[in-house]
């Protein structure tokens, strides 16, 4: 099509269509009506509503295969961006996606699927048989960190993950930072922010002043226990009125583990060692949930990254803990100063490094 006949938009607005009910992007200067698809995303609505008008090429780059570019089509609305540019830092990103795919580093490798599904099944049956035809306590003990350990291979990919992706590091709608009123690792979570994942006010009041106040002392302790969090967000999610796809299949999945777990445990010869067990399960998977409260930490810097100035932090398992600490304290401290009211609160006192970025 001759550019002269095109049709254009601007980025501002581009901008105006952000809302649920009028959802446009632009992909390559393409501007496209997303509004109906949102409703039926394999990834859910969240990240198209953050991302929600606003140049997305990386990003769909980043989360779609090259099959989907032609699905586009049907919601094209006519309209190029008129001040689409691609920055350096995108089109040295797009140069570095291309070399990876070509190299085929994110095709499929043989059968490692099979090879991790073998090793799930070879801790599952090492920790029966462990439950199952030995009265010692001690290898009921270790059958339950096998058990963990399984847990850990059999990682499930939660709902969550696709907007904590597309929207990493993000107070009202990444769902992996809104813990309250528990953790809080930003003073901005001290006004009560509104999640735009769970669709409620993430209220700040005198139990999670409480709470947060010693959270420093009290990351390690929740994270034994953090599973039960994750069972917890299973159930309000598969009985929500949220799209999930093949809810009936998730729904039959959870009915299948609280079968055979609770039977599991019965088959212990007392209540101390069921809860022991559960504990020794529990405390091996911590590994897990420490690891990814890490990652939003962790931060050698990637030659593209140093090209481009961008923040990108490596740190070891001991410095990555010691600095998620250190934020912790700091916001701590800052919810403990009684003498402000709850909407006194300075949001920019304690900001995220890399969220000035």
């Given at each position: 099509?001759?550019?002269?006949?095109?049709?254009?938009?601007?980025?501002?607005?581009?901008?105006?269509?952000?809302?649920?009910?009028?959802?446009?992007?632009?992909?390559?200067?393409?501007?496209?009506?997303?509004?109906?698809?949102?409703?039926?995303?394999?990834?859910?609505?969240?990240?198209?509503?953050?991302?929600?008008?606003?140049?997305?090429?990386?990003?769909?780059?980043?989360?779609?295969?090259?099959?989907?570019?032609?699905?586009?089509?049907?919601?094209?609305?006519?309209?190029?961006?008129?001040?689409?540019?691609?920055?350096?830092?995108?089109?040295?990103?797009?140069?570095?996606?291309?070399?990876?795919?070509?190299?085929?580093?994110?095709?499929?490798?043989?059968?490692?699927?099979?090879?991790?599904?073998?090793?799930?099944?070879?801790?599952?049956?090492?920790?029966?048989?462990?439950?199952?035809?030995?009265?010692?306590?001690?290898?009921?003990?270790?059958?339950?960190?096998?058990?963990?350990?399984?847990?850990?291979?059999?990682?499930?990919?939660?709902?969550?993950?696709?907007?904590?992706?597309?929207?990493?590091?993000?107070?009202?709608?990444?769902?992996?930072?809104?813990?309250?009123?528990?953790?809080?690792?930003?003073?901005?979570?001290?006004?009560?922010?509104?999640?735009?994942?769970?669709?409620?006010?993430?209220?700040?009041?005198?139990?999670?002043?409480?709470?947060?106040?010693?959270?420093?002392?009290?990351?390690?302790?929740?994270?034994?226990?953090?599973?039960?969090?994750?069972y917890l967000q299973t159930f309000l999610l598969l009985f929500s009125n949220r799209k999930v796809p093949d809810?009936?299949?998730?729904?039959?999945?959870?009915?299948?583990?609280?079968?055979?777990?609770?039977?599991?445990?019965?088959?212990?010869?007392?209540?101390?060692?069921?809860?022991?067990?559960?504990?020794?399960?529990?405390?091996?998977?911590?590994?897990?949930?420490?690891?990814?409260?890490?990652?939003?930490?962790?931060?050698?810097?990637?030659?593209?990254?140093?090209?481009?100035?961008?923040?990108?932090?490596?740190?070891?398992?001991?410095?990555?803990?010691?600095?998620?600490?250190?934020?912790?304290?700091?916001?701590?401290?800052?919810?403990?100063?009684?003498?402000?009211?709850?909407e006194e609160f300075d949001l920019g006192s304690f900001q995220y490094s890399w969220m000035k970025n």
């Open positions: 099509m001759d550019d002269n006949k095109k049709n254009y938009i601007t980025s501002d607005e581009l901008k105006k269509h952000n809302k649920p009910d009028d959802l446009w992007l632009s992909i390559q200067g393409k501007v496209y009506n997303v509004t109906d698809w949102a409703k039926i995303h394999p990834g859910g609505d969240i990240p198209l509503l953050n991302l929600a008008g606003q140049d997305v090429t990386d990003a769909f780059i980043a989360f779609h295969p090259g099959t989907a570019w032609k699905h586009l089509d049907k919601y094209f609305t006519g309209y190029h961006l008129e001040d689409f540019q691609v920055s350096e830092v995108s089109r040295d990103y797009r140069n570095l996606a291309t070399q990876f795919a070509k190299s085929g580093l994110f095709e499929k490798k043989g059968h490692g699927v099979i090879y991790s599904l073998c090793f799930v099944f070879l801790l599952f049956s090492a920790c029966i048989y462990g439950v199952l035809c030995s009265d010692s306590f001690c290898i009921h003990m270790l059958s339950g960190c096998l058990l963990g350990f399984a847990w850990i291979q059999h990682r499930v990919v939660e709902m969550d993950d696709n907007a904590h992706h597309a929207a990493c590091n993000s107070l009202d709608f990444d769902p992996d930072l809104q813990h309250l009123p528990v953790f809080a690792v930003s003073s901005n979570l001290f006004q009560s922010l509104t999640s735009q994942f769970y669709k409620r006010q993430l209220t700040f009041d005198s139990l999670a002043r409480f709470f947060v106040s010693y959270q420093h002392f009290t990351f390690y302790p929740v994270m034994v226990v953090a599973r039960v969090n994750l809810r009936a299949l998730n729904i039959l999945g959870i009915l299948v583990f609280w079968t055979w777990f609770p039977l599991l445990l019965s088959c212990l010869p007392n209540w101390n060692e069921r809860v022991l067990f559960i504990l020794a399960s529990f405390c091996v998977t911590s590994i897990q949930h420490i690891q990814f409260c890490l990652n939003h930490f962790a931060a050698n810097v990637y030659e593209l990254c140093k090209k481009h100035n961008l923040p990108y932090r490596s740190l070891s398992f001991f410095e990555a803990n010691k600095w998620t600490l250190n934020t912790l304290r700091s916001a701590a401290l800052e919810a403990r100063d009684f003498s402000r009211p709850f």
